[in-house]
C-alpha cells in the first residue's frame, strides 16, 4: 500500500507541471498589464518600465515560468498583485470556507443519494424508479448557476426564509447562509451519486451469490445490506471522490452567485483582474487537492473490498 500511494504521489508531479504550464500560458497571452494594475492608472511610464523590470516580466517566456515553478516547488507563489499579500495565506483563508462548503453538500448528497440509488434499483420499473429517474436526469442537467438563482428567488426574496448571502460562521445566521449553498450543490450531486448507486446495484443484485443468499432464506433486508450494497459501493465511491474533488474546484459559480468568501470565488476575482500569481496558486493547490481527494478514494477501496488491497503494490 505504502508502495502504491508513493507512486501515485510522484505521478501527481507531471501532472501539476503541466496544469501549470497551461495556465501560465494562458495567462500571459491575456490583455493586461500587471504592472499597471499594482502601480494604477496615473503611474509614470518610468516607474511602469521599472515595475516590469522588478517582477521580471521583461524576461522571455520559459524563463518567468521557470523561476514561478521553481518557487512554487517549496510552497511560495508569490504575492498577489492587487494585495500584495501572500497567495498561500490568501489561499489558506478562503480554503476553509471552500472546504465547509463542499463537504456539507456532498454528506447531503450521499444522505440523499444512496437510499434513493438502493430503493429505486430493488423496485426497478415501478412508479417510483421511473419518477426518480426523471428527477435525476433533471438534478443531472440543471446547471448549478441557474439552480442556485432559483434557490434565491424562491427561498431569500419571496419567502423570505433564508439569507441570499452571508458569512460563514457557527452562529444561526452562518449556518442559515450555508443552506442556499450547500443546496445548489448538493442537489446535482445527489443526482449522480443516486444514478450510479442505481446501475450498480442493479448489476450485483443479478449475480449467482446473491440468489444463493437469498435461497438460503437470509432476510431481504440483510441481502441488501450486507451483500448487495457493500459490493455495489466501489462505483459509487468512484464518483462521490470525483465529486468532492470537482466541487473544491468547480464552486465558483455557486461561491459568486451567494457571495461565498472561498477559494473559487478569490479565482474569480483574480481572473478579473489578470492576478497571475493569484491565478497560479490556486490552480495548482485545486489541482493537488483534486489529486489527493482521488488517492484517498482509491486506498477506501481496500476496506470495502479487500480483494482489491492485493493489486495495491
Keep these: 500500500m505504502g508502495k502504491y500511494i508513493l507512486k501515485r504521489i510522484v505521478m501527481l ?3 501539476v507541471i503541466g496544469i501549470s504550464f497551461v495556465v501560465f500560458s494562458i495567462m500571459s497571452l491575456t490583455p493586461g498589464d500587471p504592472a499597471q494594475l499594482i502601480l494604477g492608472e496615473s503611474a509614470s511610464k518610468e516607474a511602469l518600465d521599472a515595475k516590469r523590470e522588478e517582477l521580471g516580466l521583461n524576461d522571455p517566456f520559459i524563463v518567468q515560468y521557470f523561476r514561478y515553478v521553481s518557487a512554487a516547488a517549496v510552497g511560495d507563489f508569490g504575492r498577489s498583485y492587487t494585495t500584495n499579500v501572500p497567495v498561500t495565506q490568501e489561499i489558506m483563508s478562503r480554503f476553509p470556507n471552500t472546504l465547509i462548503l463542499t463537504i456539507c453538500a456532498v454528506i447531503l448528497a450521499i444522505i440523499i443519494g444512496i437510499p434513493v440509488g438502493v430503493f429505486t434499483a430493488v423496485r426497478q420499473y ?3 424508479d421511473s419518477g426518480v429517474m426523471v428527477l435525476t436526469l433533471l438534478g443531472v442537467s440543471m446547471p448549478v448557476f441557474w439552480l442556485g438563482l432559483m434557490l434565491i428567488l424562491l427561498f431569500a426574496l419571496n419567502l423570505n426564509w433564508l439569507p441570499a448571502v452571508g458569512q460563514p460562521s457557527w452562529s444561526i445566521n452562518g449556518i442559515r447562509a450555508l443552506i442556499l449553498p450547500t443546496l445548489s450543490l448538493g442537489v446535482n450531486t445527489a443526482a449522480v451519486i443516486t444514478r450510479m448507486t442505481r446501475s450498480s446495484m442493479l448489476d450485483v443484485i443479478r449475480q449467482d451469490y446473491i440468489r444463493t443468499a437469498r435461497a438460503k432464506g437470509v432476510s431481504e433486508f ?3 445490506a450486507r451483500h448487495a450494497l457493500r459490493n455495489a459501493m466501489i462505483p459509487v465511491l468512484t464518483v462521490i471522490g470525483i ?3 470537482g466541487l473544491l474546484g468547480g464552486a465558483i459559480l455557486t461561491e459568486s452567485v451567494f457571495s461565498w468568501p ?5 479565482l474569480v476575482e483574480a481572473i478579473r483582474q489578470k492576478d497571475t500569481p493569484r491565478v497560479m496558486g490556486i490552480v495548482i493547490f485545486l489541482a493537488v487537492a483534486f489529486s ?13 473490498d479487500p480483494r482489491i488491497k492485493s493489486r495495491y503494490k
Design 13 to 15: 508531479i507531471p501532472v
Design 292 to 304: 489527493i481527494v482521488n488517492l484517498i478514494v482509491d486506498v477506501l477501496y481496500a476496506y470495502v
Design 222 to 224: 440483510y441481502v441488501i
Design 243 to 245: 465529486q468532492f474533488g
Design 262 to 266: 472561498g477559494v473559487g470565488r478569490l
Design 126 to 128: 415501478s412508479l417510483w
